[in-house]
């Protein structure tokens, strides 16, 4: 129990917000690992929902922290403006503190951004990467090229001076730069309003720990949009996996108790790069429209498809999953049948069931198999309803059938299913609902 982390399992959007959220009472510490204002966790509490970019949903519970924690990069402005909408409606009960070790985002980043991906997309159609334009990916360029500034200098004016100096120059291909005096301005007075939370955050999760307070990683994009294990180039600068989440806290790997992977129980995907199981045509505008799926950050339409069996086997043997949390099994309800992805065909005739291609290219290629499921009854108010008093017993048979196969098929038990957007609209099956066996090492390379 004392840490838990919360990773997503596929290509982002899984509601990693949610199923955090829905968690974040029984934690005394909420940490944001990786990633910045890219992630879109949508919250939603009645009738009113907020979407949180650079915190954590810990900054929705009273007597919880909200730690964006050391591995972030932070925009300092839009960030201002997530706490003023959240305090707005009434809704910022925790307590907000940011690394003092996390990365500034600049108005320059998101400039560059926009330029880099002008360069991939020059020849006639190139897709580009898609990313969010937010400046995600030069800001990690500049954090491991050593050029970054950090949370804490904006709190020294002296050091923020000569740092964004080195900065400017480092970036004077770029053109349209900003006025370097109005961003060191700007900067030093978003420095002096936030300099109250910025802290450094590595000894409260330490004593945490040590006085058995739980501690819960909040996960932001994920397993298939990790820098290396994602399908590069298509993925973000960061490390969405359990792994990162250590490295992005400061929180050493023998402390790590619990890896929740959350996945829909189908697939979707912003941005471009490979999709093995995306679905087009009138199905796809189906699940595009019954999800809601548009993106949280950028607006975008989603790209829909089906489970995908041998990303999930891939991503539950890459983050250590624990258990499950699948989500989203109300929009698949009252379809005629559940397709599911169990196995590729690759162009070389090779079936793989576990370990995608690593390059892009292939895996674009690969042929995916289904097995097709009977599907569920819609999700009727009557039975939402049912599904919050009785419970799991109350799951509808062809969806715990289905349930059971996911779990059996990726050897990691599914503990929650989420049918709605609401907190309350969660299903807890209990630990270890389904005995995993793991994989054989022929199995594995196989
Ligand atoms: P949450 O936390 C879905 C995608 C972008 C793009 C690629 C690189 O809400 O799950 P970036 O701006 O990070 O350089 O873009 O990654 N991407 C996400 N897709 N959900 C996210 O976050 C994402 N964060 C980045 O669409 O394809
Ligand atoms: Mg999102």
């Known amino acids: 129990m004392p840490v838990t982390v919360v990773v997503g399992a596929q290509f982002g959007d899984e509601a990693k917000g949610k199923i955090s959220d829905y968690l974040a009472s029984g934690f005394r510490h909420v940490v944001r690992t990786g990633g910045g204002p890219n992630a879109g966790h949508s919250i939603h509490l009645g009738e009113r929902s907020v979407v949180l970019h650079q915190l954590s949903c810990g900054a929705l519970h009273p007597g919880v922290s909200a730690i964006s924690g050391p591995g972030m990069v932070i925009n300092p402005m839009s ?27 600049l108005p320059l980043h998101e400039l560059e951004d926009g330029w880099e991906e002008a360069l991939r997309t020059a020849n006639p159609g190139d897709p580009g990467l898609g990313t969010t334009r937010r400046g995600i990916g030069p800001a990690y360029e500049d954090r491991y090229g050593r050029f970054g500034l950090r949370m804490v200098d904006l709190t020294r004016p002296e050091a923020l001076r000569t740092k964004l100096d080195l900065l400017f120059r480092r970036k004077s291909f770029l053109k349209d730069l900003p006025d370097p005096q109005a961003l060191f301005g700007q900067l030093s007075e978003v420095g002096q309003r936030l300099a109250p939370m910025i802290r450094a955050t590595e000894p409260i999760l330490w004593g945490a720990i040590e006085s058995g307070e739980p501690i819960l990683l909040e996960g932001a994009q994920s397993a298939l949009l990790d820098v290396d294990f994602g399908t590069y180039p298509y993925v973000t600068s960061s490390h969405p996996t359990s792994a990162g989440a250590l490295v992005g806290s400061g929180i050493p790997p023998a402390e790590l108790d619990e890896v929740i992977g959350v996945s829909k129980a189908y697939s979707t995907r912003v941005g471009a790069g490979p999709f093995p199981t995306e679905v087009q045509g009138e199905l796809g505008e189906y699940l595009r429209r019954e999800g809601g799926e548009r993106g949280a950050t950028t607006g975008r339409p989603r790209r829909c498809g089906w489970l995908d069996l041998v990303l999930l086997r891939y991503a539950a043997r890459l983050n250590g999953f624990t258990s499950l949390a699948i989500t989203k099994v109300d929009v698949l309800g009252g379809l005629e049948e559940v397709p599911v992805c169990t196995q590729y065909l690759a162009s070389s005739g090779e079936t ?29 108010e009557r039975l939402k309803e049912r599904l919050r008093r009785e419970g799991a017993r109350a799951l509808p048979g062809p969806l715990r059938a289905f349930l059971h196969y996911v779990a059996a098929e ?23 609902a389904v005995a995993p066996r793991a994989p054989t090492v022929t199995e594995w390379t196989g």
């Open 79 to 105: 960030l201002e403006k997530e706490l003023a909408e959240l305090a707005a409606k009434g809704w910022l009960k925790g307590d907000v503190i940011l690394s003092e070790r996390a990365h500034v985002i």
């Open 410 to 432: 990726t050897h990691v038990p599914v503990e929650w299913v989420s049918f709605g957007a609401q907190r309350d609209d969660t299903v807890w099956l209990g630990r270890g």
């Open 352 to 380: 793989l069931r576990r370990y995608p291609p690593s390059v892009a290219e292939e895996l674009e290629k690969v042929t995916p198999i289904y097995e097709k499921f009977p599907a569920w009854p819609g999700f009727t």
